[in-house]
Nanobody, 134 residues
């Protein structure tokens, strides 16, 4: 069982920055793939960025180089540095964990986006709210 707790959300003006953190209770096979997902009101949840245990990263197209995902395995902490924030980045941001290679039926899903939008993240935090004003 992996527990995740996000922090760092808040309200900032457009163009500003935020750094989200996620405390991961245990580093195990179930938390090799870590990621940030977001969901705005009335919209589907979407992946923002994921990072594998070897440090390989994958980002959603919309982030346009503005976000950086990183992890500190010694501290069991996941981060998301967000710069040049836009009002459309406003959403609840969730931390999620799963194995490096997830199985869904006969499919193998690597730790990457957009693959992990389909599934493969087994554990989720409660979220931290990010609000960007124009």
């Amino acid at each position: 069982q992996v527990q995740l707790e996000e922090s760092g959300g808040g309200s900032v003006q457009a163009g500003g920055s935020l750094r989200l953190s996620c405390a991961v209770s245990v580093y195990s096979d179930s938390s090799h793939c870590l990621g940030w997902f977001r969901q705005a009101p009335g919209q589907e949840r979407e992946g923002v960025a994921v990072i594998d245990s070897d440090g390989a990263t994958s980002y959603a197209d919309f982030e346009e180089g503005r976000f950086t995902i990183s992890r500190d395995n010694a501290k069991n902490t996941l981060y998301l540095e967000m710069n040049s924030l836009k009002p459309e980045d406003s959403a609840m941001y969730y931390c999620a964990a799963g194995p490096s290679v997830a199985t869904m039926g006969d499919r193998f899903i690597r730790c990457s986006l957009p693959a992990r939008n389909i599934g493969g993240m087994d554990y989720w935090g409660k979220g931290t709210l990010v609000t960007i004003s124009s």
